[in-house]
Each structure stands twice: as structure tokens, then as C-alpha cells.
């Protein structure tokens, strides 16, 4: 017996790293974002206190002991760098996971039921066309912002693009012979949506939810900058960048490694929607 199990778990590891050989995106973007999110985990054990200040060393290069360089407050840059990628990481995770979550509760019965369907679309069309940094700068004007009304500010325009895409699938699927077939044979319309239709949102949801990520990094940075997101007492890469701008000249790397590290993200989660995106899609597998 256990001769079976050691020979089904090297099966299954072989399968792991052909399937990693084969889809090289998935395998590159996966590895760089396991290594931010375990290197923001764990921040505190390694990068020090980001908040730490010594006037003493304000706007020193990079050396062995500030290995970024630090800030005009004498703040060790790699350890705000680090600390930064929590919240970008928190941000963008939080708002795809809601925004397919929405996807799949609205969108699935919008897509069914033709009544509803015309009122939420219009209630969607209006949300896409508030631009998110607009409507973040209006909310923090209400009230003192932080991160839940960062996530609030990108998520409700970037939601509908979730529900259209469910609604797109669910009135593809309806009209399928074993749809139609359930739905003959007396299957109740729960059922007929989550047992029949629902697994059918997985795969492109998957490959969509990474672009939202990708977006939703972004945009948190640039209300950063704006000053228009988190608090700029936090440590995030758009703060770094929007307190670092009038010293470019003397201390660049206070803009570059902050940037560096926000592009790096943004391509590893790029990169792993595209290759999800080739491997789940059956006639891009065909083509390769």
C-alpha cells in the first residue's frame, strides 16, 4: 500500500512539473507572486521597521546597511518597499475576489431571467462609467478614507465588467441541449444554475480575475500618488512614489525601487492571466 501511495505521489509530481514545463507564464508569473506574498508576509522578520526614522541619514544611497537607500525622513526604503506590497497585494486580491463574487450572484441571474436582466445591465452601464479615481477622491472627501474605501472606489467599476461576463455565459449556456434537457426533465432553476451552468463561469472568471487584480494594483497605486488612498502614514508603493517626487534629482532610487517592484507585480500577475487564459481556453490549447 504504501509503495502504491509513494508511486501515485511521484506521478503527481511529474504531472506538476510537465504541466509548469509546458505553461512557462503560469510557471513565471506564479513563482513571482508566491515570492511577494510570502516576502510581504513575513516582512517583519527580515525588512526591519518601515517607520523608523533617523534624520542622521536622510536621503543616503544604497549601501549594505539601507540596501534601497532611505527616504528624506531617513526611512529605510526596502523595508517600506516591502511592507508596501501588503497593501497592493491586500488591495488588488480583495478586489477580485469580490468582483467575481458579484460577478456570480448577479450575473447569473441576470443572464436567466430576461425581466431582470434588462434592469441590472442599466444599473451596470451607469456604474462603468464612473471613473474610479474619481469616485475614490469623492468618497474620501466624505469620509477619511483608508483601505475599505480604496477597495469600495476600484470595485464598484470594475464589478460590472465581472456581471456582464457571467450574464454573457449563463445566456450561451441556457440555450445548450443538457441545460435544456435539465430543465425538461423538471430540474428546479437552482439547481439548473449551479450545478449546470455555474461550473461553465469557472474557467473565464479565473482568467479574468487576474486582469481585475493587475488593474486594481494599479489603480491603488496611482490614488496613492494622488493622494486620493491609503493614508499617507501607511507604506504603500503610490505613497512612496507621490513623498519621493520633489527629491528625483538627489535620491532617484526613492521613486525607482517602489516603481520597480509595483511593474514587476503587475507583469507576474499579467503573465499568469495569459497563460491561464492559453491554458484554459481548449482552442488556444489546440493551437499551441
Not at 506538476?16 to 509546458?22: D, K, M, N
Not at 511592507?83 to 458579484?102: E, H, P, Q, W
Not at 477619511?144 to 457571467?166: H, K, S, W
Not at 487576474?210 to 494622488?226: G, M, R
Request: charged share 15%.
Amino acid at each position: 500500500m504504501s509503495d502504491l501511495a509513494i508511486s501515485a505521489g511521484s506521478v503527481r509530481r511529474r504531472g506538476v512539473s510537465s504541466f509548469l514545463a509546458r505553461n512557462r507564464r503560469i510557471s513565471l508569473g506564479g513563482t513571482v507572486i508566491l515570492l511577494m506574498i510570502l516576502a510581504a508576509a513575513f516582512a517583519p522578520l527580515f525588512a526591519g521597521d518601515p517607520d523608523s526614522m533617523n534624520p542622521m541619514i536622510r536621503l543616503e544611497a544604497p549601501s549594505a546597511a539601507h540596501w534601497f537607500g532611505t527616504d528624506s525622513l531617513g526611512r529605510d526604503v526596502f523595508a517600506r518597499t516591502v511592507f508596501g506590497g501588503r497593501i497592493s497585494l491586500a488591495i488588488g486580491l480583495s478586489v477580485a475576489i469580490l468582483a467575481v463574487a458579484l460577478g456570480i450572484l448577479i450575473g447569473l441571474p441576470a443572464g436567466y431571467y430576461r425581466r431582470f436582466d434588462a434592469l441590472v445591465m442599466r444599473v451596470m452601464d451607469g456604474l462603468m462609467s464612473i471613473p474610479s479615481i474619481l469616485l475614490a477622491i469623492s468618497l474620501v472627501a466624505l469620509t477619511n478614507g483608508g483601505v475599505p474605501i480604496v477597495i469600495t472606489a476600484i470595485l464598484l467599476p470594475e464589478m460590472p465588467r465581472e456581471v456582464r461576463l457571467v450574464r454573457a455565459i449563463v445566456l450561451s449556456a441556457r440555450e445548450r441541449p443538457f441545460v435544456e434537457a435539465a430543465v425538461a426533465g423538471g430540474a428546479r432553476t437552482r439547481k439548473v444554475l449551479l450545478r449546470h451552468i455555474l461550473p461553465a463561469t469557472f474557467a473565464p472568471l479565473t482568467v479574468q480575475g487576474t486582469y481585475v487584480c493587475a488593474s486594481a494594483i494599479l489603480v491603488e497605486a496611482a490614488l496613492s500618488f494622488l493622494g486620493a488612498g491609503v493614508p499617507p502614514s501607511i507604506p504603500t508603493w503610490g505613497n512612496m512614489i507621490a513623498s519621493s517626487q520633489l527629491y528625483l534629482g538627489l535620491a532617484p532610487w526613492n521613486i525607482f525601487f517602489p516603481g520597480v517592484a509595483l511593474a514587476v507585480l503587475v507583469l507576474a500577475v499579467n503573465l499568469l492571466g495569459d497563460g491561464l487564459r492559453d491554458h484554459l481556453d481548449p482552442r488556444l490549447a489546440r493551437s499551441l
